[in-house]
């Protein structure tokens, strides 16, 4: 820690408060347990952290990807060893879905056929899509028929009624002539490669790809196949067909399947979540919001982003915060560590939470705050937002900050008024209506970089703010919070709010599971469903459910992890 430090964390140790503007007037916190906490803040911890969550390992972290999971389970890990209790209904993780566009390559394939045998094409090898709109869970099959260059005149006498249309190159757009054989009742459109020279499987080398890495995107419905076969699906088709030679006409069929790789299209994402329960009887109930995200880029072109600053930093700083209110003690409000995800694609798990959020019952929301990229610029500057000039959402916490910022030796308190919208915070204010403060540090050359790396991050900026953070928190333990001139939703209306998130969670979650049964089970569901029990759903995650009869019927009811029926009669559910 520099010497301009040295005074400030002198006056804590010896027990002294800063005057701080409390939004009630009076002091709400505990000069020894804040000194405690802020004690506990260690800057080798920070560095530690940071080394594993911006490491190469994680690959930079993207929504989704396997590094962002381990990220996970990392925070888990360690909310776990401090004894901080779960903050999600399901445990430390709210999950939420999206739609996820990406194939299941070895679930997906063409098989040519004939009385003496059958071959199999790979995609990406042997055909390809034209567009990574093109997959979908889909399966065709029937005869395949030549169908010239596929133009009005080819097909005038070709019967592709449930045949695959087999053309040479294509006559105009492909979307048109896909779109003339489909007029003539053919299943599918296979196209040999055109007369160019060109393989499509360099053409269309970047679709591969990114079907294969998969997109946060929804899956078209409707879709009519096509494919592309390369030349050395070119050679596979043109080999079997000479092996089948003099068999009757009509003989040669080909049967496609494409898979996504996730049931239904849909893929779980978490955001992690810890509880730190408040010791007052009454205030224990109102809840403040300490969030960040845990996300970055990922490895765009191959090259590892590790992303340190963006958002390792406040990953690890939110870490920091744990730690001090292990040693702090229980507040007389409870305190919700939240690291969401999907920042980087458009505040996704940050509004995933607002739109369903969860904390227990009768505890409701009542503050936020949020830190993104606390790592870099000048150690004595800190920026925050909202100030008095976005005076829709100007709220006494940045008052409250302005106050504690210069004891932690943040003597230039700067305006993020630009960066509003640009982090998670505006999604609790816009879908929490709760009064929220964002900490932000700045811009700087490495930003969504390969060069944003550990070796550049000021740990000992990191852990002043999130000392920071421990003040404010302390000092908002005052009977009545008075933060904004519109006040947070009140338990009951909170209360609904949850519970509705949770009947839409278990319907929206019992089709999803139920379409994916059918995928993979050919429709069976995965065991006699005739009293209450559990099951993997086809993500693998723990399911629990209950068959509700009666003389009209059955209809299958998804329980949550908590054992509340929450699709009880609220909507049609999945018939066995």
């Known amino acids: 820690m520099s010497r301009r430090h040295w005074l400030p964390s002198l006056l804590v140790t010896l027990g002294a408060s800063p005057v701080v503007d409390s939004p009630a007037g009076s002091a709400g916190g505990d000069a020894e347990a804040l000194a405690r906490g802020l004690a506990a803040v260690d800057v080798s911890r920070i560095r530690s952290d940071l080394e594993v969550v911006a490491s190469d390992a994680m690959a930079g972290r993207d929504t989704p990807s396997p590094g962002l999971e381990r990220t996970a389970r990392y925070l888990v890990q360690r909310l776990v060893s401090l004894g901080i209790a779960p903050g999600a209904r399901d445990g430390y993780l709210h999950g939420w879905r999206r739609a996820w566009r990406q194939i299941d390559a070895k679930g997906s394939g063409i098989e040519l056929c004939s009385p003496r045998g059958s071959t199999r094409l790979e995609f990406g090898e042997d055909y390809v899509f034209s567009s990574p709109r093109e997959v979908a869970d889909v399966t065709a099959e029937g005869t395949l028929r030549a169908a010239g260059d596929g133009s009005s005149a080819a097909l005038q006498d070709v019967d592709l009624a449930g045949a695959w249309a087999l053309v040479q190159g294509s006559s105009g757009s492909l979307r048109r002539t896909a779109s003339r054989v489909a007029r003539a009742g053919a299943v599918g459109l296979v196209v040999l490669p055109g007369r160019d020279g060109r393989d499509p499987a360099a053409r269309y080398r970047n679709v591969v790809h990114e079907l294969r890495q998969g997109r946060l995107e929804e899956p078209v419905t409707g879709v009519f196949p096509v494919v592309l076969l390369t030349f050395r699906g070119q050679r596979t088709l043109e080999e079997f067909s000479a092996a089948c030679a003099g068999e009757e006409t009509g003989a040669l069929s080909l049967r496609e399947v494409r898979r996504l790789s996730h049931p239904g299209g849909q893929r779980w994402i978490d955001n992690v979540c810890g509880f730190w329960e408040g010791s007052d009887p009454d205030l224990a109930r109102e809840v403040i919001l300490i969030s960040a995200h845990y996300d970055h880029v990922g490895s765009p072109g191959g090259v590892v982003h590790n992303g340190a600053d963006d958002n390792g930093s406040g990953t690890v700083g939110l870490l920091a915060l744990a730690e001090a209110l292990v040693q702090y003690g229980p507040l007389r409000r409870s305190v919700l560590l939240l690291w969401v995800s999907g920042e980087e694609r458009g505040l996704l798990g940050s509004r995933a939470w607002a739109d369903r959020p969860w904390l227990p019952a009768g505890y409701r ?212």
């Not at 505006?426 to 964002?438: K, R």
């Not at 990191?462 to 908002?476: K, M, N, P």
């Open 365 to 576: 929301p009542v503050a936020a705050v949020n830190m993104d990229m606390i790592g870099r610029g000048d150690p004595d500057s800190i920026s925050v937002t909202p100030t008095a000039r976005l005076a829709r959402h100007h709220n006494r916490l940045e008052r409250v900050i302005r106050a504690l910022a210069a004891t932690e030796g943040f003597e230039r308190l700067k305006s993020a008024d630009a960066f509003w919208s640009r982090s998670d915070q505006v999604s609790f204010a816009e879908g929490l209506h709760v009064p929220v403060a964002f900490l932000f540090a700045g811009l700087h050359e490495d930003y969504h970089k390969p060069t944003d790396d550990v070796e550049k991050i000021d740990m000992d900026k990191i852990g002043r703010v999130a000392r920071l953070l421990l003040r404010v928190l302390d000092a908002l333990q005052e009977d009545e919070l008075d933060l904004h001139r519109r006040q947070p939703p009140d338990a009951a209306s909170f209360g609904r709010r949850v519970r509705a998130g949770m009947v839409r969670d278990d319907l929206e979650h019992l089709r999803a599971a139920c379409l994916g049964w059918a995928r993979e089970r050919g429709g069976r569901w995965p065991q006699d469903l005739s009293q209450q029990g559990s099951t993997l759903d086809p993500w693998g995650r723990a399911y629990l459910y209950v068959r509700d009869a009666d003389e009209r019927g059955g209809a299958l009811l998804c329980l949550g992890s908590d054992g509340l029926p929450g699709g009880r009669g609220e909507a049609v559910d999945v018939k066995r």
